[in-house]
């Protein structure tokens, strides 16, 4: 059986010492009691924006109805596609641990990044202009112009987001959460504007979408400057760490991306606009349980990242395991209960067939919850690929039970779906922790253990 000390980043790094880094620039465990602090605020965020998105999200169900609805949905997912997953090369997370771990080189990262956005920005743009037309040529002419014009949103989506990524990796937890906020709050003064002027069209709502986007753009770049004061400074040294990095996690934002959203995108090509109205209703009521992973990750990534030693990020991970998993027991059930009644109250009773596969989508978002602490545990630890190895075997169950459940029961197939996949991402990990880092059972499904050494491999 391997010890523990020769646990690495697979097998090339197995008999590398750790990279030695000086003491500033680490964050003891004992100097995080702030964590719970970090944790609180951004699940208030995450709450604050979830209200946001619910009236926002009923706003536009009832303005727009279910099929208008579903032709939103597609303008803006297939832009944010491009961005978060095919042309961003895994740099959102690489900002965000590189400057946990590397806060002496945060200028050069800063530089770096932005240069990379702004060559994404140009290069993506293009090509997305030119392929969408191909993509989306089931729908309506105007729903593919819209969507082209919505690709106006990217450099908020690069470079922009990758400010936002700093702030994040720094911990500057109340500037990352206020930036995140104003976007949603932005939308739903959007759509109440829209309402009061009569003017509730997709045109309207893309274009009052893009203005807000410039808007979060210009916050993301006073937060920064104000908080980081970052100085230009080239140094290519950091692309091959930063790329090596960024790409293992690229692999599993989209494997991880793809899980949480291949339903929808099937959907969007097989089924009427109507069916992917009523999904994405279950799935805006579905997302208060998810938000609360997404919010303990955003923290844990950067924190534990943090740590100069590895039994202080094992612990940082334990904690994010207990809190998810007490706010999933007083979540999950009330949810289920009142779904029969907040759907048809806040949507309308158009929108009732959506009860049954919120329902679902409430069960599958148990083990989701786990699969994304785990996720950030990971990257933390400087195993970015293996979140995506997670991910691909649950796009694998997707894909499979879409094709075999869709035809006979639409979109209440693809929330099925999604609880396997998910269920199935969740022991992979499970497995892999176990036997490839050698952390205890009670570490991971009881969130307490014994510290383990060095579960952290160079930054090579």
Not at 94 to 105: G, I, N
Request: glycine fraction near 8%.
């Amino acid at each position: 059986m391997r010890s523990r000390s020769d646990i690495g980043d697979d097998s090339t790094t197995r008999a590398q010492p750790r990279l030695a880094l000086p003491g500033p620039r680490a964050l003891p465990f004992a100097a995080v009691p702030a964590l719970s602090r970090h944790y609180l605020a951004t699940l208030a965020a995450n709450a604050a924006i979830l209200l946001l998105g619910a009236v926002s999200g009923v706003l536009a169900a009832r303005l727009l109805g279910p099929e208008a609805r579903g032709e939103l949905a597609v303008i803006i997912l297939w832009p944010s596609v491009v961005v978060y997953l095919v042309g961003s090369f895994g740099l959102h997370d690489a900002a965000t641990y590189f400057a946990a771990r590397r806060p002496e080189r945060l200028n050069a990262v800063y530089t770096l990044l932005q240069a990379l956005g702004l060559a994404q920005t140009v290069a993506f743009g293009a090509l997305a202009y030119f392929l969408l037309p191909v993509v989306l040529a089931g729908h309506r002419p105007e729903v593919i112009s819209l969507t082209r014009l919505f690709l106006l949103f990217f450099p908020a989506g690069f470079n922009s987001l990758y400010l936002l990524k700093l702030l994040q990796g720094r911990l500057l937890i109340r500037q990352y959460n206020l930036a995140r906020v104003f976007l949603a709050a932005w939308y739903t003064a959007l759509l109440v504007g829209l309402y009061l002027t009569g003017r509730v069209t997709l045109p309207w709502i893309v274009g009052g979408q893009l203005v807000g986007q410039g808007l979060t753009a210009l916050l993301h770049y006073y937060f920064v400057r104000a908080q980081l004061r970052p100085r230009w400074e080239w140094d290519p040294s950091l692309l091959a760490p930063m790329f090596r990095y960024g790409l293992k996690a690229q692999f599993s934002l989209t494997s991880s991306y793809l899980n949480l959203r291949l339903d929808q995108l099937v959907m969007s090509v097989w089924l009427p606009p109507q069916a992917l109205g009523y999904y994405v209703v279950a799935v805006v009521v579905a997302e208060p349980v998810q938000s609360i992973p997404a919010a303990i990750g955003m923290v844990t990534l950067p924190a534990a990242a943090a740590q100069e030693h590895p039994a202080g990020a094992q612990r940082v991970m334990q904690q994010s395991l207990r809190v998810v998993a007490a706010l999933l027991a007083l979540s999950v059930g009330p949810l289920l209960l009142l779904v029969p009644y907040l759907i048809p109250f806040f949507f309308g009773e158009t929108f009732a067939p959506a009860v049954s596969a919120c329902r679902v989508l409430l069960l599958a978002a148990i083990p989701m919850a786990f699969v994304l602490v785990l996720n950030d545990s990971l990257r933390a630890l400087n195993r970015p690929q293996v979140p995506g190895y997670a991910g691909l075997i649950g796009n694998g169950v997707t894909l499979a039970l879409l094709a075999l459940l869709l035809p006979r029961y639409g979109f209440l197939g693809a929330a099925y779906a999604s609880l396997a996949a998910y269920t199935t991402s969740l022991v992979f990990l499970l497995w892999y922790a176990h036997h490839r880092l050698r952390l205890s059972w009670r570490l991971l499904l009881r969130g307490v253990g014994e510290d383990s050494a060095s579960l952290i491999p160079p930054v090579r």
